[in-house]
DNA sequence: TTTTATAACTTGTATTTACAAGTTGTGTTT
DNA sequence: AAACACAACTTGTAAATACAAGTTATAAAA
């Protein structure tokens, strides 16, 4: 599989336009024979691309009508989220590394079921605090396996999406995932790194992705303040 | 489109015998060629099939393997919850009705925003108390448009699904949807409802889904006591 | 002017065919 | 007995083709 299928690059053409503003919200994209033309390639393949693409949420199609494009919006990793107050865009998004990836056990007490070869090999853990405009709202510990990632631990994360260096550098890719979600009173320690008011409860999530290698998931236990923004998702 | 595709009906036929666990998990379904022989159908029809079952995180397909069945997991309209404690599915799901559907106009501080028409034909609203194992988790407050539902406010709809009512007589089918997540304190309300203790957050949800029919949303204001259970969801 | 029919689009469903690529068991060879 | 090669599966990608069904603009008819 070192060939990238067509329907792959039509789809990340087209992602790329869409999110790049290419084709605004309401728009509709280039007709499914169109496509073809330009690109060359026959119409199951094309709408396999723009499949994909209505499984991402990016686009919405209407039989006689065509393809629209839907408002894109602000991503964390595959979550996203949207401000409760306005229609405005969230800004301003940092990250700081709260616990550069180590190479550790796996916890006694984890959540998550582990294969025998996840369990072996131990894992690396890392934390990360998010913010949006300068205000802390997103707390995450992350578990990965430690297989197929060479050197990881002496990579730079500042600024950089976690999944971005996974498949930019080891080729591993998310595909898909389970996660349960609660709201919960917080710690005092959860309290204090997301600055929450007395009496606010966060939203807490656990996640589990599976990604495009066997055995290779990735653990995350995530704390939401979810005072002035909301985790919003599409389906 | 009075006719169901052939896909469709291999989706429901394969989606029955999971659920009802003809396929137990980790099974192999029959594979492709084999479903195609014993249904009459080409490859590609059983392909769109299987993605659906995909989609709906009910099977799992892998290269040179087949399709391995998921762990269906049970479901409240189109949410899923899990026991925290414990893997055993949830029983005795119980809804009672605390405002059966009535005619009204639309709230004047309504979230969402609506279309022409959705907010001339004014809307049906109702409100449920969802009951795990005789304990309230899930109270739930429902707008829909006032179009293509005549005589729904005679209807029981005790211990019925409002999907399945509208699928079955209206035709109308939710496709997709939208929401928004946050973890808040209950009001007086909400925590008498939900019997919450003293302290304990609740789960919020507003959403919208999308059906078969323009200008046919369903929106739904949800609170969820996520003491012992959670909200579960693939994708 | 308004209504109606039609033509020219759009996406949806389906068949048929072909080969690539991953998995697994069965042999044969060592 | 162990290692290897291969055949027989599995799903993945892709082409070419056909017709159905929904949408929209245009032209003809009332």
């Known amino acids: ?24 919200e309401g728009d509709l994209l ?24 209505v499984k991402d949420g990016l686009i919405l199609k209407k039989q006689g009508k065509g393809s629209i494009v839907r408002k894109p ?24 590394i709260l616990q550069k990836p180590i190479v550790q056990t796996w916890p006694g007490d984890f959540e998550f079921e582990l294969s025998e070869l996840e369990q072996e ?15 802390p709202v997103f707390y995450d510990i992350n578990h990965l396996p430690n297989i197929f990632l060479p050197r990881i631990t002496q990579r730079s994360f500042e600024n950089k999406s976690l999944f971005e260096i996974l498949r930019k550098n080891y080729q591993i890719e998310v595909l898909g995932g389970e996660q349960k979600l609660k709201a919960v009173k917080p710690t005092v320690k959860i309290r204090q790194l997301l600055h929450l008011k007395p009496g606010q409860p966060v939203l807490y999530m656990e996640r589990k992705l599976y990604t495009n290698k066997e055995n290779f998931n990735i ?15 599409s389906f």
């Open 121 to 135: 090999s131990g894992c690396i853990y890392m934390e990360r605090l998010r913010y949006v405009e300068d205000e």
């Open 1 to 24: 599989m070192d060939t990238i299928p067509q329907y792959r690059k039509l789809y990340e053409i087209l992602r790329k336009h869409i999110v790049k503003g290419v084709y605004k």
């Open 30 to 53: 280039p007709s499914e024979n169109e496509l073809c033309a330009a690109y060359e390639m026959t119409r199951p393949t094309v709408r396999h691309a723009l499949e994909t693409l």
């Open 73 to 96: 919006s602000q991503n964390i990793g595959i979550l996203s989220i949207s401000g409760t107050a306005s229609a405005v865009g969230v800004r301003y998004l940092k990250t700081e």
């Open 219 to 233: 653990y995350s236990t995530i704390y939401f303040n979810s005072e002035k923004h909301a985790i919003f998702g």
